[in-house]
């Protein structure tokens, strides 16, 4: 009976996931997709590693609520039975899962059991938009499924090894000593990129590179080797480039401002800083990037306009951690497939001697800067839910191993 793995991706209102058969040579993906609208009008769509759609659904059509109320435990319930009944001949025997935060102590992919659920439970507050759903999944898991093992996958790991100068808050130093420290996030997915760049580009690989994660969360990291160096995110998720709901930088004045003289609980502040600010603030439209191109309001224009300086000024500060730059990727949503703001972003750094191939970079090409360019521009698709599994195959092979023998 061939062995399986569910890579599982949860987020506040989507679930990505992938399900890999288990070979030999490590796991093959075989059918993934993302279950979103959670909370407002869920619906799922699967497809098979050859492009066949295997499941599309929706819930609440036609209820009272249209399928709001369903929340994630629900949801992944039923993704999980879809899984376990796809093929008849495989077993699901882990599941891995992307948690957003693993604090000071947890940073390597490890084998989840009570006690890791509650710590990592204490580390909400500092990604309340992600923690709670990362964990929520586990624990359904463990419910439905007693039996399979289950390995956390921290999106801080790859920022662990940093310099202590890009991780200290200049606060006093009791604080530091309470967990309170810049970690860096999008860790998986910057790992994957930094593991294709070395396949695809082995010389650029080690030099001095920004990766950039551009989607409706969004991050910077600076790599040297291959290595994070510097990332845009630091104490939590909330810091760095203008997202899609979340500010980025912020005056810490403002936030007390909000407070002490517009009247705002901490919670109502928190409340907006994540939920309805960025480009979704800015342009009272939307906070989808393809909204706003499409729209002809001016307040789309200038959230647009704003989210490509903030990326570009933030570049131009990575690179004086870098000492330089070579290299320049683009990832996820944004980075990925909207060769709009690639460009206007690469414009603001032409004084680097980036120099964009227009042609390419209108058709999502792999490269996308002129052969003269002094800095190479790649577009790397991201792929998280592979990286989950790759962590979770490898740390549960010597359990599944053993029992192959003993059985």
């Known amino acids: ?135 929520a999944a586990i624990r359904e898991i463990a419910r439905k499924a007693p039996h399979l093992v289950q390995v956390a996958c921290f999106d801080t790991g790859f920022h662990h090894a940093m310099p202590g100068v890009a991780t200290r ?37 080690q030099g001095r590179v920004i990766v950039a994660h551009l989607g409706n969360g969004a991050s910077l990291c600076a790599m040297r080797g291959g290595a994070s160096v510097d990332t845009t995110m630091g104490f939590t998720a909330l810091d760095g480039l203008i997202m899609g709901t979340r500010t980025g930088m912020l005056d810490p004045g403002a936030v007390i401002h909000l407070q002490l003289q517009e009247g705002l609980s901490a919670h109502e502040v928190e409340s907006m800083l994540y939920r309805r600010s960025g480009l979704l603030g800015l342009s009272e439209l939307s906070s989808d990037m393809r909204s706003l191109h499409a729209s002809d309001d001016p307040r789309a224009a200038e959230a647009i306009e704003s989210f490509v300086w903030t990326a570009a000024r933030q570049m131009g500060a990575l690179m004086v951690s870098l000492e330089g730059l070579d290299g320049l990727v683009f990832t996820a949503g944004i980075g990925e497939n909207d060769p709009v703001i690639r460009a206007a972003i690469c414009a603001r750094l032409a004084w680097t001697g980036l120099v964009l191939d227009e042609a390419a970079n209108a058709a999502n090409a792999p490269v996308i800067s002129s052969p003269e360019s002094r800095v190479i521009v790649r577009v790397i698709p991201t792929d998280e839910e592979r990286q989950i599994a790759l962590h979770t195959f490898s740390l549960t092979q010597p359990f599944m191993d053993a029992a192959k023998g003993d059985s």
């Open 1 to 135: 009976m061939t062995r399986s793995i569910i890579s599982l991706n949860s987020g506040s209102s989507s679930i990505k996931f992938g399900l890999y058969h288990l070979e030999e040579q490590g796991p093959v993906h075989v059918a993934g997709g993302k279950l979103e609208g959670i909370g407002t009008a869920p619906r799922i769509r699967i497809h098979s590693d050859t492009g066949e759609i295997l499941l599309e659904k929706s819930w609440g059509e036609g209820t009272k609520d249209g399928g709001a109320g369903l929340t994630h435990e629900p949801l992944l319930s039923e993704l999980y039975d879809w899984a376990h009944d796809h093929l008849q001949d495989h077993a699901i025997v882990a599941v891995g899962h992307r948690v957003v935060h693993g604090g000071g102590r947890y940073w390597a992919p490890r084998l989840i059991d009570e006690a890791l659920v509650a710590e990592l439970d204490t580390f909400s507050p500092l990604a309340p938009l992600h923690q709670p759903h990362n964990l």
């Open 169 to 205: 808050l200049p606060l006093p130093r009791a604080y530091a000593a309470r967990g309170m420290r810049r970690y860096g996030f999008h860790g998986l997915s910057y790992e994957y990129v930094s593991a294709r760049l070395a396949t695809l580009d082995p010389a650029l690989a």
